[in-house]
Nanobody, 127 residues
Framework: QLQLVESGGGLVQPGGSLRLSCAASGFTWDGYEIGWFRQAPGKEREGVSCISTRGGRTNYADSVKGRFTISRDNAKNTVYLQMNSLKPEDTAIYYC????????????????????WGQGTQVTVSS
């Protein structure tokens, strides 16, 4: 019954914005690092952003720094990815993921390090 459910994807023009949501059920975010990943057709899954279990430290891929922001709403057990100034190269299926980790450290952006995954939500940036 451990589930992660993404939502908020869609079609947007270059320069536009979207906010993705990842809602957790069956567990709470306490003790978990949470990451956002994406996979474009023909490419490997890559890390986008993550937020650490303690301290709220965030990590971003160089390609999205200054444009994307990860945040959480603990009351709703939901993590968000605000995406601004979207580019065609941002087009991908976006996944949220979680891994048990209760330490003070910078979260990681390696897909293999995450245990639990959502089903993905499609983001298409096109004019």
């Amino acid at each position: 019954q451990l589930q992660l459910v993404e939502s908020g994807g869609g079609l947007v023009q270059p320069g536009g914005s979207l906010r993705l949501s990842c809602a957790a059920s069956g567990f709470t975010w306490d003790g978990y690092e949470i990451g956002w990943f994406r996979q474009a057709p023909g490419k490997e899954r890559e890390g986008v952003s993550c937020i650490s279990t303690r301290g709220g430290r965030t990590n971003y891929a160089d390609s999205v720094k200054g444009r994307f922001t990860i945040s959480r709403d603990n009351a709703k057990n939901t993590v968000y990815l605000q995406m601004n100034s979207l580019k065609p190269e941002d087009t991908a299926i976006y996944y949220c993921a979680a891994v048990p980790k209760d330490v003070f450290r910078l979260c990681v952006l390696r897909p293999a390090d995450y245990d639990y995954w959502g089903q993905g939500t499609q983001v298409t940036v096109s004019s």
